[in-house]
């Protein structure tokens, strides 16, 4: 066997036992892109890395269900939990109270709902006894959960986080996003990781918003903020300036705020394959005390190396939570300008689950 085969070989094999470190609602996953080195003409970029804990609330375009009723008219008509209603008995649904509303006020027992599936547009015709009885879905618009701001660029005042996108459910299809912000937190407690078991940060949102999101990616999310921590920017490397060996990250897990761990870059698997770019291990003794290694909610956290940001905590190892996957800086920047160039959506309310 060839080194090529082997080293392709071993990343599935980790990939098969990865687990997504992810927000606290567990909703957030992966999806297939193409990864590159960093564009030309962007080798000497400067970011302020993060290591901030955050708040992130996003709204999706549409209605998602999140439960459907066994036995139920929706059920019989093939509905799906991550599947998003975007239009009712013709009527655009903007969001989970609307949708309520339009089946309520529909007299004919037939509901024609559009749905995007996969991000692809897909149509279900729901059929009732009657027009009293319920369609047997339980649906949001909403989503929430803490995790790891990766990076700033305080020129254009965008920021990078997670390292891996919001998704609908654990299937790697991308949340369709209609608003989102971003918020501190104070965190109140840690879940320890152990093998099999990932743990997490909890915590509490602080009231209002520090930022927009204006993207959802397969590397992350991002947005707008104007509240950049006074920290020294550093270079992005570049793939040939990223190697096996020591490395820190970024992160807070207790009341002291943003911290430095160790951690070593046991594996550089490809930097062409998305989300799992690099192999980390978390040696900090610190960081093993508090959290047994990485948790949920650390996704995001910037790893720097030689002075330079290579990348972002972006997976879990569920067999054994000491080791994750980081993924490489570059892929990160390249939603940058795109954040940069969105228009800021407007502050969403609180969520909305509604049964219908």
């Known amino acids: 066997m060839n080194e090529g085969s082997g080293r392709t070989q071993t990343a599935r094999r980790h990939a098969m036992r990865a687990i997504l470190c992810c927000l606290l609602i567990g909703l957030f996953s992966l999806m297939p892109f193409p990864l590159q080195a960093l564009p030309v003409g962007e080798e000497s970029v400067q970011v ?20 459907v009723e066994e036995n139920s008219p929706a059920q019989r008509a093939g509905a799906l939990p991550g ?18 509303e339009i089946i309520r006020f529909e007299k004919s027992d037939r509901i024609v709902l559009k749905i995007l599936r996969g991000g692809r547009p897909a149509r279900l015709t729901v059929r009732r006894a009657s027009k009293d009885e319920p ?4 649906v949001r618009d909403t989503l929430s959960g803490i995790g790891t701001v990766s990076f700033y660029l ?6 990078g986080g997670l390292g891996h996108g919001v998704c609908a459910k ?14 501190g937190v104070r965190l109140t407690s840690v879940v320890k990781g152990t093998p099999g078991h990932p743990g997490q940060l909890r915590g509490l949102f602080y009231p209002g918003q520090t930022g927009s999101v204006t993207l959802n990616a397969p590397t992350g999310i991002y947005g707008r903020t104007d509240v950049i921590p006074k920290r020294q920017a550093v270079p992005a490397a570049t793939p040939r ?3 096996c060996g020591e ?5 807070t897990v207790d009341g002291e705020g943003v911290r430095s761990y160790a951690v070593t870059v046991e594996k550089i698997i490809s930097f062409d394959e998305q989300g799992k770019n690099f192999l980390i291990h978390v040696n900090d003794p610190r960081l093993l005390e508090i ?15 030689n002075g330079r940001i290579i990348g972002a905590v972006t997976h879990v190892l569920l067999e054994d939570p000491t080791r994750g996957y980081g993924i490489y800086i570059g892929n990160m920047l390249k939603n940058s300008e795109t954040a940069k160039n969105a228009a800021a959506p407007k502050e969403n309310g609180g969520a909305e689950k509604t049964a219908v």
Not at 85 to 94: D, E, L, N, S, T
Not at 135 to 138: C, D, H, I, N, V
Not at 171 to 181: K, V
């Open 170 to 183: 654990s299937d790697g299809q991308l949340l369709p996003l209609d608003e989102g912000s971003v918020t």
């Open 83 to 100: 599947d998003v209603i975007v239009r009712a008995c013709g009527k655009k649904v903007p969001d989970a109270p609307t949708l309520s």
């Open 154 to 159: 305080p020129e254009t005042g965008v920021f």
């Open 247 to 251: 490395a820190t990250i970024l992160c």
């Open 48 to 67: 302020v890395p993060g290591g901030e804990a955050f708040g992130v609330r996003l709204k999706t375009e549409g209605a998602m269900i999140y439960r």
């Open 241 to 243: 300036e990223i190697e």
């Open 291 to 305: 959290a047994g290694g990485i948790v949920q909610g650390m996704s995001g956290s910037p790893i720097l190396q």
């Open 135 to 138: 369609l047997g879905l339980a």
